[in-house]
């Protein structure tokens, strides 16, 4: 009992300084709101055209610029389009054949794998080619060329792709600064008043760990069950789904409370919490998709927890794999959290009986 009032106590504590209800309550939907808006939504698409000088090429390739939801650039040949597409500059590509203005060939539409906007214009792309097809000129098929396996499928929601990582950067910030209530209460003597009385340091410690959860647990609930109802996100396998919040959640407690259990004043962790909260989320994927890194920096992603919980929501809510499929991933953050947990109980432990 004394655990739990300890725990909700911790989580009202947190709200009593108004800027967290800005950061905590608004602010993870409005970057939500910002990403999506980024990967797929009403920005204008930049799509490279080959095509030869007969009249319905030409045609084609000015329906495709019409309506400004799309800025065609012509190039010269295939090679010059498929650089520029790969280094990034295009969206996408199009190639269409000579045949074309005999009615004949096959419509090449070349995009990069790591693109979430290149599957925009790959519906624009179709939806001009039938467009043409009944005016008169004969419906091509469109084949599709990608660099790679493609990690965006295609009618994704676009803020499906931002909610995920911003729920994993969340939850360790809060859990981070929040750690801050923990160092205070240490500072004014309210745990040592605690341990002085008739209640356990066990209880104590206890009480300590499951605010530190019930903090992270809040954060990451809001984020997801927010982003569903504002913005139509899909989390995928909901055992799966919970599995992932809840595991992570732990992480961040964890992580939470080992900061407020090693320091005394508010200064330094406060000071850690902005560094370790905002850096490592940006190196494990969850501001800037994991998909988009060279090699050498997924590697290092690794290294940080948030790149798991990447792993494990992309699985879920882009590939469609259950449970089962995130195993692995819940495994190393669990192992993860029980050893935040044991050093932060010992950290604890170690400045409350000293």
Request: charge should be positive.
């Amino acid at each position: 009992m004394k655990v739990a009032l300890m725990a909700g106590l911790n989580l009202r504590r947190m709200f009593k300084d108004r800027t967290n209800i800005f950061f905590v309550l608004v602010a993870p939907f409005l970057l939500i709101l910002v990403l999506g808006q980024l990967y797929g939504g009403g920005q204008q698409l930049k799509l490279g055209v080959v095509a030869g000088p007969g009249a319905p090429s030409e045609r084609l390739a000015s329906a495709l610029a019409s309506g400004g939801r799309v800025s065609v650039e012509r190039l010269g040949d295939e090679g010059t389009l498929r650089e520029a597409v790969e280094r990034g500059r295009l969206h996408a590509g199009l190639v269409i054949p000579a045949s074309y203005d005999s009615g004949g060939g096959t419509v090449h539409h070349l995009v990069r794998a790591t693109d979430v906007k290149s599957h925009d214009t790959g519906t624009w792309i179709r939806s001009i080619v039938r467009q043409e097809a009944a005016r008169g000129q004969p419906s091509l098929p469109v084949r599709v060329t990608a660099a790679g396996t493609t990690p965006f499928p295609e009618g994704l929601n676009a803020y499906a792709i931002a909610a995920p990582g911003l729920l994993l950067m969340f939850t360790f910030l809060t859990s981070l600064t929040a750690a801050l209530g923990l160092v205070e209460s240490r500072a004014i003597g309210v745990t040592a008043r605690l341990s002085a009385g008739p209640t356990r340091l066990r209880t104590i410690i206890a009480g300590e760990a499951a605010g530190r959860i019930a903090i992270a647990l809040f954060q990451a609930v809001l984020i997801m069950l927010g982003s569903m109802a504002l913005f139509g996100v899909s989390w995928g396998d909901p055992a799966g789904a919970l599995a992932v919040l809840l595991v992570f959640s732990l992480v961040g407690g964890g992580a939470g409370m080992l900061l407020g259990a090693a320091f005394r004043t508010p200064g330094p962790p406060i000071s850690l919490a902005m560094v370790l909260g905002l850096g490592l989320p940006t190196l494990g994927g969850a501001t800037i998709p994991l998909e988009s890194f060279s090699e050498p920096m997924r590697t290092l992603a690794y290294f940080t927890p948030h790149a798991w919980g990447y792993d494990a929501f992309a699985r879920l809510v882009r590939h469609g794999d259950g449970l089962t499929g995130v195993l692995p991933q819940l495994a190393v953050l669990g192992a993860l959290a029980v050893v935040l947990f044991a050093l932060g109980t010992w950290r604890l432990r170690r400045a409350l009986s000293g």
